[in-house]
């Protein structure tokens, strides 16, 4: 029985260690925080930091094959691994999603629209930035930001950027510029190592405070607008010569057309979905592509909408079990807290 390696054990890789035990493959999770999400449900955790080189090397060793389940795994770590062992998704679609700038640079020479940017270093490269964009703008940071964090917005005469790039911490960030965008969707797609691809239906997503919400299927877009996302999502997965799964964001505009957000070279919260509405879900489909093994059948037998079940949230689990057709998902974490991702519950309609 082959041994897959997980970096990281938050709920990401504790799904992915369930779909791998699903195909007879045991798994071992690198994480530092003991009994994490994904270690409740794996047959072996190493307990150390994502760098630590000891840890890295033992990892290697009891694995057969190794992927991750967050985009903030140190490239330096992934080259090492894969110096000795395959290491899927590729490091280099590390290299690119972990810098915004880099990231939509990458998307732009694929032939995919994204908002208008401006690489921010230092307080007069923001002011020179926002007045090509007439003062409006969403400043982030260019690393490590996620779920709204590491973000200010500006909009035209009504906010004061004095002061921001100090008060983001002096590093470099990025200014995009609005996107009038009429809704949010993503797509799930996957690689294999032969080349192979598939795309899951497209999602309709909202989100609240910066975290997703829901994420509906299916969405209300035309059929050449999700055909837009997913050949946008392809050529995403061929360039970077991809073997896993990949959620990428769009935003969709009034007449129909798609501007790339952002890629998350891993499985993704708006994918979820994919447990109860299709044959395949988006976990068992990545270790299907990490594995050499035929990708499944990406198309959807129902309708659903997936929600999040985000911080005290959780307390309204005996009404959701109590209802027909509904999908509940909890992670293993045992405490609630503003802001933190506890579950999912997943409605077919």
Not at 146 to 169: E, H, I, M, N, W
Not at 201 to 225: C, F, K, M, Q, Y
Not at 236 to 244: F, P
């Amino acid at each position: 029985m082959k041994t897959i390696g997980i970096i990281g054990g938050g709920q990401l890789g504790r799904m992915l260690a369930m779909a791998a035990a699903r195909l007879n493959f045991r798994t071992v999770i690198l994480e530092p925080q003991p009994d994490c999400p994904a270690a409740q449900v794996a047959n072996a955790q190493i307990v150390a930091a994502y760098d630590d080189p000891r840890a890295l090397d033992e990892l290697a060793r009891i694995s057969d094959l190794i992927t991750y389940e967050f985009e903030n795994v140190p490239v330096a770590a992934a080259e090492r691994l894969a110096a000795v062992r395959p290491v899927f998704p590729p490091p280099k679609a590390l290299e690119v999603a972990q810098d915004r700038v880099v990231e939509k640079q990458f998307i732009n020479g694929c032939g995919i629209a994204t908002a208008r940017f401006h690489a921010v270093d230092s307080q007069a490269d923001l002011e020179a930035a926002l007045a090509d964009f007439d003062g409006s703008g969403v400043l982030k940071t260019r690393r490590l930001g996620y779920d709204g964090k590491g973000q200010r917005v500006f909009r035209s005469g009504a906010d004061d950027p004095s002061g921001a790039f100090a008060a983001l911490g002096h590093v470099p960030l990025i200014l995009e510029s609005f996107v009038p965008f009429e809704k949010e969707i993503s797509i799930i797609a996957a690689r294999g190592p032969d080349g192979a691809t598939a795309c899951f239906d497209p999602a309709e997503n909202v989100h609240r405070n910066g975290i997703l919400h829901t994420s509906t299927v299916p969405a209300s877009v035309t059929a050449s607008t999700a055909e837009a996302a997913r050949k946008a999502a392809t050529a995403i997965l061929d360039a970077l010569g991809y073997v896993g799964v990949i959620g990428v964001e769009f935003f969709v505009l009034a007449d129909g057309s798609v501007v790339a957000n952002e890629i998350a070279p891993r499985v993704h919260n708006s994918g979820h979905w994919t447990e109860a509405a299709c044959a395949v879900s988006q976990f068992e489909q990545h270790i299907r592509a990490i594995a050499g093994l035929p990708l499944g059948d990406p198309s959807r037998h129902s309708g659903c909408v997936m929600q999040n079940l985000i911080g005290d949230e959780i307390a309204e689990l005996p009404n959701l079990l109590a209802e027909a057709n509904v999908l509940v998902h909890l992670y293993g974490k045992a405490e609630a807290r503003p802001g933190r991702k506890m579950g999912h519950f997943t409605r077919l309609l």
